[in-house]
T-cell receptor
């Protein structure tokens, strides 16, 4: 079974631009969640989608948004990029909805490394 | 918001048992405790998950006390390939919201 696929692997953007990251979950997984990983803040939860609906959201500004399609694929968008948005963005899929509550382990992709200059 | 805390780093030798503890005072009532392993340039990988007491699988054990305010990941007989960063993940309830929260990670180095 294919794992979680994230594209692109690397991105370089300029301050003020916007960016869209893509995530294809494991076949059959309907939950997709997104995380930001930085040396300073560690791994932080952004949001979770299940059946095309946002189920939970972390403490990030509204510049961070996402969506999920009917085939469970998900995209994350960051508008008006800031230098501090430079990070590794990880996507994870799982069978059940509710990160941590459902009992369904997360399966992570290898991330998209975003650099904002 | 309450923190989920774990040691920054640990050193061990091949063949030894390693125990990594995570403190999570504000864990949500219905939440599982999950541990992940991460290698450089890869996403985290699931190791083990539990709700209470003790859970064991083919690679690790997880000990959870009755109050669930901490958990201990136990890796028996580590090898060089276990050198990685280990994260605990719990849900933290705060002000009516529920946020899945990772610890800052424990960098484990296994020496020959």
């Amino acid at each position: 079974k294919a794992g979680v696929t994230q594209t692109p692997r690397y991105l370089i953007k300029t301050r003020g631009q916007q960016v869209t990251l893509s995530c294809s979950p494991i076949s059959g997984h309907r939950s997709v969640s997104w995380y930001q990983q930085t040396p300073g803040q560690g791994l932080q939860f952004l949001f979770e989608y299940f059946s095309e609906t946002q189920r939970n959201k972390g403490n990030f500004p509204g510049r961070f948004s996402g969506r999920q399609f009917s085939n469970s694929r998900s995209e994350m968008n960051v508008s008006t990029l800031e230098l501090g948005d430079s990070a590794l963005y990880l996507c994870a899929s799982s069978l059940g909805s509710g990160v941590g509550i459902s009992g369904s382990p997360l399966h992570f992709g290898n991330g998209t490394r975003l650099t904002v200059t | 918001l309450a923190k989920t805390t774990q040691p920054i780093s640990m050193d061990s030798y091949e063949g030894q048992e390693v125990n990594i503890t995570c403190s999570h005072n504000n864990i949500a009532t219905n939440d599982y405790i999950t541990w992940y392993q991460q290698f450089p340039s890869q996403g985290p990988r699931f190791i083990i998950q539990g709700y209470k007491t003790k859970v064991t699988n083919e690679v690790a054990s997880l000990f959870i006390p009755a109050d669930r305010k901490s958990s201990t990941l136990s890796l028996p007989r580590v090898s060089l390939s276990d050198t990685a960063v280990y994260y605990c993940l719990v849900g933290v309830s705060s002000g009516g919201s529920y946020i899945p929260t990772f610890g800052r990670g424990t960098s484990l180095i296994v020496h020959p």
